[in-house]
């Protein structure tokens, strides 16, 4: 209860691990929860390892497929380089090697497709030729012989193509046999290079994809190792998470914590549950008539019939009632719902205002925490004594809020301390009680620095003035009877505080407690008992002057009465 009222659903979280270390079955219980986790994650991290050993497989497979296929193409350009070798120029070369042949024969650089250069010689020889046919021209014209053509080329011009320059296969046979021996030898060392390169291109090309195909398989590799290490930390987290969603789960079924705006807030019943807790431990500290003074009054003899509120209660329990309700209801058994109990009606009907300091100040020392536990305390006190009573909770700096459990503990510094503002709302709420006992519990640690002006606004700074409004406020709220006031103030280095506090407890005709935050509960407690012990007995200080004391409204016999209270 300590732990997650302090510290929030992290602080139980933090509990469970310091338990686990200590309590065996507990381990026991979350190692079994552990496991099951990582088995149900081991599954799905071997599907997704699975998944990538499939496809490291198919990877393999295509690559022994296409290594195949290349071995294939390499032994059959290999058998077709054998056969470039044996080849028959005087005849047509095979059909699966005519491609070759033609690019072979089209090659620009080859001899048969340069253009010769003439020699001096040749140079002669065509002069003397050009030289005789012009005289056989003549002679020719003149017998009326027709002229004679030029020689044609060596090798005709290959066939145009949709895909380029060809030869037809009769433009190839003609071709071939007009070559030369030395022109076969080199027609036949070009379509063996040919045949050549295309191997070495093709082996390349293989031992590319090869290198490729090995890069891919070292990457899903490792992509396949990586899934597993993610693996194994999402698997560790789900673990953490499946933990804190199984006390969440916990939680929020017993009623401790609620989901509000997206997080895991503190319940009222954990709340109450805690206060209980915290009297318990502040009821230990009381000596001991004062405890038995603290759990309640003269028994009345009258009951009446009515829900459960507290667990102490069972002992009272209305067996056949809560059993016909439980039926009525469709239930099997009895809970909290239909459980009825004979609860003693008590003669005296209560009203309590506990109003707290909640500025910037109480921020410092741990005194708001101090302050908070030992409200919780008291609030839980009083329901155990009186049921019915009515309990106010105020908590002003520059302005008054009302709280409930939840409020109050979950409340936070502010910031100055607006006191007449505090005692106005008190008054609001004493005066329209219609309790037999009424009783006020106001909590500061310092001067009133703040007021409220006439049209509403807040104004600090003027402590003078601060102070004035405060003793006003004070004076009407002492109107108000019956009425026990106890004014606690926390300890301070500054001793103009506790001689504010005085004059501020005589104007209401209460009684001054000053205390150190750690023994706050206690004093609390001893006062709502009627107790008058304290932690240190405040002796009076020097009277103050009669021009700073107020008029009281009740005379000097009220003031005396303070006074024998205030030990003055």
Known sequence: MRRLAEEGVAGAQALVREERERNADLRERLERLRERLRRQDRRRIERVAGEYDRRITELDRTTQKSDEEVAAEIADLEARIR??????????????LLEEVRAAILLPTASWNRPVRPNLWSRLKAAFARLAAWFRGLFRRKSGRPRARAPARRIPIAVPSATGRSFGPSELGDALARLS?????????????????KESDLRREAEEKRRAAEAQRRRLEEEREEARRRGEIDTERRVREAETHRLERELKERGFVAERAGELVVTYGLVERFARLLLEEESRRLPGDIRLSARGGGSTGVYEKARLRRPEEVAHLDLPGSLLAARLAGLRHIDESVSYVYREVTSERVHVVLAFDRSGSMSEGGKLDAAKKALLALYVAIRRRYPDATIDVLAFDNEVSPLDLVELWECRAGAFTNTAEAIRAAHLLLDASRASRRELYLITDGLPEAYTDEE??????????AMERALERARELATVTPLKTTVILLKSDHPEYETAARLLTRTLGGELVVTEPAHLGVELLVRWAHGTETERRVSPPAEPSPATIPPSPRGRGRRRRADRRMGG
Do not use: H, M
């Not at 056969?83 to 047509?92: E, G, V």
């Not at 509403?456 to 003035?465: A, F, P, Y």
């Open 83 to 96: 056969a470039s070798r044996a080849i028959d120029w005087t005849k047509l070369p095979p059909s699966d």
């Open 181 to 197: 021996s030395s022109e076969r030898q080199e027609l036949s060392d070009s379509v063996g290079r040919s045949l050549q390169a």
């Open 456 to 465: 509403g606004k807040v104004r600090s700074g003027q402590l003078d003035e």
